[in-house]
């Protein structure tokens, strides 16, 4: 059984276990207070016995420990179930005077007249059949849950008996030819917990009837609803008007023959109107579904379980340059890839049983075929579709003829990217390791001419040659700082990276110059932990940070503050300071490798460490940027998102 069929009905099966308890421990307290309204409502009608009222309680405390899912307690209900079977079969079986006695076991009985305490046969085997019922009721062997059901049936049939002998006053029906009755709250309890505790398994049995959602059951509702009632008041008028002589046998007959024609024509009425509105509401899903089918912006085929085409849209006569014509009536392999009916022949069953669609991808390497003959690869979508005449199988068809092209191009450019991506770098080594050679073989002459020959070379002189190995070293410096550039992020590892943390361990780095210069930073709100590449990440920070003690106003103590703010999706960080600040007009050109605005008297530098933080930025999938005002400090902002490991 679906586990939402028992969440749906759990509330119902709860309500009649409630019911079964709160009536049965009413009953007991009338028997141990002697009070005969509480025994049998009426001072009238039969009592309901003390061991029917425990054995109630003991039906209801049995359903609330099934639905209670707890294994070990289920031990108890079994007891429990047990104990109201072998009630029910004692009370049957038994002979005043013999072991089996157990009627007044509990309970004197001083208000039967006859029979005292004798609990009435229907309701033995009723409590019997109870009993049992929900001994097996958590089995889900298909012959134990139809079992349940029936004798759940079969007790609610015999307490319906009983209940139509109280409404129409008739004792012979609620007593049948045995010696006594079964009460009247009896009938009822056992009605509401028989037909109650039946939906624990609302596929089965009788109950599947009302419960179901096919037209036979909508109708099965609608009909039972109201024939019961009108039957029933039918009857009871007709007994009525016998009773007080108004009218005479046949005429009361022939008035009872018409009434039931009446119901059955409203029946028939009924059924027929119900009939057509869901054959009106069938012909405008059909027609929904052809309108669906041919609004979709891609090729769509309807066909049969045996693979017979039976509508084709607009979109399928342009993929498969077939007229709809052409397509209708013949086997869907004439476009489609046979080896999708094949998987589908093999999941059959579940794929019409379960409604579930099957998806093939690019990856399972799909080819349909045109009417030249020529074929394209598709990415399909097979649903099954239930229609009133059965299964259809919807095909949508995706033509990614365009798609594999691209994917193929952007390939081929990736390839040619990476290659040039070689090349650089190998430009790049050969550029730091050859142009280092000469740069170092004119300083070693310079420091040859100044060592070996000092008479030659006058103080004029020197001073020219200390001017050249300056420009020499500056030139080597340059040369690793571009290696580096392009080196950057070469080896990046991706980690859990803590960005308060990582300041920390940049100030304690920079520890010597923020002390030297007396400088500040203060973070000011938590910064994110992310995946990042930690070391990266670190650079840029430092850079960062060096750069706004770096560019400090004389005499002024530099103040750096560090925040973040988290928008949707990444992470905006700041790094302000009370710096020189920056003329708009060089906002971007200080992002560029080797761009400077000071010269390198006033401020040292090769002007690569934002060129740095901008290449580290957008590997982290954000970007970076600069607020400043010339003279007012500056504020570096750059985003990061939180990248997949
Ligand atoms: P470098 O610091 O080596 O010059 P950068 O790429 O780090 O190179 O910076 C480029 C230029 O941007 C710097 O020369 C400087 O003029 C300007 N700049 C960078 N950071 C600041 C700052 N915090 N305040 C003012 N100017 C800055």
């Not at 005077?97 to 007044?104: L, P, Q, S």
């Not at 076991?105 to 005292?116: K, W």
């Not at 009773?243 to 009872?256: C, F, R, T």
């Amino acid at each position: 059984m679906a586990i939402t069929d028992i969440k749906r009905y759990r509330n119902v099966i709860i309500l009649s276990a409630t019911i079964a308890i709160v009536v049965g421990a009413t009953v007991i307290t009338g028997w141990l207070l002697n009070n005969q309204t509480l025994m049998s409502i009426n001072p009238g009608f039969t009592t309901m016995k003390f061991n029917t009222a425990l054995c109630f309680i003991l039906l209801g405390i049995t359903i609330f420990i099934r639905h209670s899912d707890k294994s070990k307690n289920q031990i108890l209900a079994n007891i429990l179930a047990v104990t109201v079977s072998t009630i029910g079969l004692l009370s049957l079986l038994q002979m005043k005077g013999t072991i089996f006695y157990i009627d007044e076991l509990l309970a004197p009985d001083n208000a039967s007249a006859t029979h005292p305490g004798k609990m009435s046969p229907p309701t033995s085997f009723c409590l019997m059949l109870s009993g049992v019922a929900m001994l097996i009721i958590k089995s889900d062997k298909k012959p134990y849950i139809l079992l349940t059901q029936y004798m759940l049936h079969i007790v609610t049939l015999i307490a319906s008996i009983a209940l139509l002998g109280y409404i129409f006053g008739s004792p012979h029906i609620y007593r049948y030819t045995f010696s006594n009755s079964m009460a009247l709250h009896t009938a009822i309890v056992f009605i509401i917990f028989s037909v109650g505790t039946s939906l624990a398994n609302p596929n089965r049995g009788i109950t599947a009837l009302f419960t179901g959602t096919l037209i036979g059951n909508v109708m099965a509702r609608k009909l039972f609803i109201w024939i019961i009632p009108s039957v029933i008041v039918i009857c009871y008028t007709r007994m009525l008007l016998y009773k007080y002589n108004i009218l005479s046998l046949e005429v009361g007959l022939a008035l009872l023959s018409v009434s039931f024609l009446l119901i059955s024509l409203v029946s028939v009425w009924k059924t027929s109107q119900t009939l057509n509105a869901i054959d009106e509401k069938e012909k405008r899903f059909e027609e929904n579904l052809r309108l669906g089918i041919e609004a979709a912006p891609y090729a769509l085929i309807l066909s049969t379980q045996e693979g017979e085409i039976i509508h084709a849209n607009y979109q399928a006569e342009k993929t498969f340059k077939y007229s709809r014509k052409e397509l209708m009536g013949t086997d869907c392999k004439i476009v489609l890839p046979v080896e999708i009916w094949s998987t589908i022949k093999e999941v059959r069953k579940k794929f019409y049983s379960e409604l579930k669609p099957l998806n093939f991808k690019l990856e399972d390497n799909m080819h349909c075929k045109r009417k030249d003959g020529s074929t394209f690869p598709a990415e399909l979508v097979i649903s099954p579709v239930a229609t009133p005449q059965g299964p259809l199988a919807l095909t949508s068809v995706i033509d990614l003829t365009l798609r594999v092209e691209t994917e193929k191009l952007a390939l081929e450019h990736l390839a040619e990217l990476q290659h040039k991506n070689q090349e650089m770098e190998q430009f790049n080594y050969i550029a730091s390791h050859d142009l280092q050679e000469p740069l170092r073989t004119v300083s070693n002459y310079i420091m040859l001419l100044q060592e070996d020959y000092p008479e030659n070379v006058t103080p004029e002189i020197n001073e020219h040659l200390s001017v050249m190995d300056q420009a020499v070293c500056r030139m080597s410096k340059l040369i690793r700082t571009l290696l580096d550039f392009g080196r950057l992020g070469k080896d990046k590892k991706l980690t859990l990276t803590n960005c308060n943390e990582v300041v920390e361990q940049v100030t304690a780095d920079l520890n010597n110059l923020i002390k030297s210069t007396g400088a500040t930073v203060t973070v000011d709100n938590s910064l994110p932990t992310l995946y990042a590449y930690d070391t990266e990440l670190r650079q840029l920070f430092q850079n960062l940070i060096n750069n706004a003690i770096k560019f400090s106003k004389k005499e002024i103590q530099p103040q750096i503050n560090i925040g973040c703010r988290e928008i949707k999706g990444f992470y905006k960080i700041y790094v302000s300071d009370n710096g020189i600040g920056i003329d708009e007009k060089h906002f971007a050109s200080i992002f560029h490798i080797f761009q400077r605005v000071h010269r390198q008297e006033d401020y040292e530098g090769y002007g690569v460490g934002l060129a740095n933080c901008k290449k580290i930025a957008e590997m982290h999938g954000g970007k970076i940027w600069v607020e400043s005002e010339y003279g007012e400090g500056s504020t570096f902002k750059f985003t990061l998102i939180n990248l997949k490991p």
